[in-house]
């Protein structure tokens, strides 16, 4: 549920636009604030990705921790998920991390995570939204109580560590040619440093951030430049980062891109067979395709669909005690190793699909036929524009005649001013043209 700074995966927008200093001091106070809980000498984690804006909000948020008496870890660079690993690991009382994630360098965005690395409820979001509005002026620590900062040089080759334990015992990746395009972002030495180290031959792209060029024609967003470099060097796979990493898509051999939903479908199958699976089933969004729900229940498993943000899969799979899910966007939630996605332990995981069986990445990796699915974005100004009545009329007329034959989803970004479309079915020739209408109209009505 978004509030007034919150959206579905923290705070994020323009820096020195939304995100500005004064803003990012008060969420490190109220945060602050309100994870200070009991007698200890409580401590924040903080990680970013490569963003130029990264300096300064890093540099407030320190400034506000320290003010209401929290010292403060900073980890530099690092993906989300280590983040979320070190806030448990090193005993943080909060951990955040400063991205946004597979937007553009113009934006930014704070993510929170509690003392056990989970993302925050939206009741704590909540209370803290409440005291960044307080007059936090008689909070403020004395003089004597103000925390302190440092650098802590080691966390790189701790996760790193962490990353590779997730694989068995003695598995390695030698003989195998990979390249990894770390987007320009929080990856850009973790990631090929571990598959280096796992004894593959890794070939990288994405990884010369300069402050401006993260997410920019690379990463999961951009896989082009991928699939042209998997080409030219003939290696067995790609791998895909986003910005800070929390998400992956795979690229085979023949250069065909592996979304979300098919790494799914190939590590809950082998984990299946190897009774790995708390539950016979696995976690997804209502956007994950019908082929993969299909497939699932072909060998047993079921599909349980959430809204659409790994926050809402993962609360499900917490709830009912499932330990696989994620999104076709490249999220894979290993709830035995993380607690939020993690590309990389997720890429392991599918490498080690592909060691064990071997075969081909093409062949491992495209487990079912997807039916036709076509999303396309509208941006708008409001994004509750399509709660009047004439658009509401035109929704109900497409799902109407996608009637069994096919769905329709419509629903607001909870990240950017965008309205997504999106309609699946057995024919792209019978879909196509409802969703290019449903899309006219409300560009009509935006503009």
Request: aromatic share 4%.
């Amino acid at each position: 549920m978004a509030g007034k700074y919150f959206g579905t995966d923290g705070i994020r927008g323009r820096a020195n636009g939304l995100i500005t200093p004064d803003l990012a001091m008060r969420v490190g106070q109220a945060t602050g604030l309100v994870f200070q809980r009991g007698n200890h000498r409580h401590r924040v984690v903080i990680g970013k990705d490569t963003r130029l804006s990264g300096y300064m909000i890093e540099t407030a948020l320190v400034a506000g921790f320290t003010s209401v008496g929290m010292d403060v870890l900073l980890l530099g660079p690092m993906p989300t998920p280590a983040v979320a690993m070190l806030t448990r690991s090193m005993r943080a009382d909060v951990g955040v991390m400063i991205s946004a994630s597979h937007n553009l360098y113009e934006d930014n965005g704070i993510k929170l995570f509690g003392p056990d690395g989970f993302k925050l409820s939206d009741e704590v979001e909540h209370e803290i939204e409440k005291t960044i509005d307080d007059n936090l002026s008689q909070r403020l620590a004395g003089a004597h109580d103000l925390g302190r900062a440092r650098r802590v040089d080691d966390v790189r080759a701790r996760y790193i560590e962490f990353a590779k334990r997730t694989l068995p015992r003695n598995q390695s990746l030698d003989g195998l040619r990979v390249v990894i395009d770390c987007a320009n972002g929080a990856a850009y030495r973790t990631a090929p440093e571990a598959l280096w180290e796992l004894g593959a031959e890794v070939i990288t792209i994405g990884d010369q951030p300069d402050g401006f060029n993260i997410n920019k024609d690379v990463g999961s967003t951009a896989p082009e430049a991928l699939i042209r470099k998997v080409h030219e060097v003939r290696a067995d796979i790609g791998i895909a980062l986003d910005g800070d990493a929390d998400r992956v898509l795979i690229v085979d051999e023949t250069g065909h891109l592996i979304d979300g939903d098919q790494l799914m479908a190939v590590v809950a199958q082998s984990w299946k067979e190897e009774g790995r699976l708390s539950r016979p089933g696995i976690v997804a969004t209502v956007m994950s395709n019908l082929g993969l729900e299909r497939y699932l229940g072909s060998i047993g498993l079921s599909l349980e669909r959430t809204a659409v943000g790994d926050r809402y899969v993962l609360e499900y799979m917490r709830e009912h005690n499932f330990n696989l899910g994620g999104e076709q966007s490249g999220h894979i939630i290993m709830s035995d190793y993380s607690t939020t996605g993690d590309g990389l332990v997720a890429a392991l995981q599918v490498l080690a699909v592909v060691r064990r069986l071997e075969k081909p990445v093409s062949q491992v990796c495209r487990p079912f036929e997807p039916l036709p699915q076509i999303l396309k974005n509208v941006r708008v100004t409001n994004r509750a524009i399509c709660q009047t009545e004439e658009i509401q009329k035109a929704i109900t007329q497409a799902e109407t005649l996608l009637a069994h034959r096919g769905r329709l989803l419509i629903r607001p970004s909870g990240t950017e001013p965008l309205i997504r479309v999106m309609a699946e079915g057995e024919e792209r020739s019978f879909i196509e043209p409802i969703v290019d209408d449903l899309c006219a109209l409300i560009l009509k009505k935006a503009s």
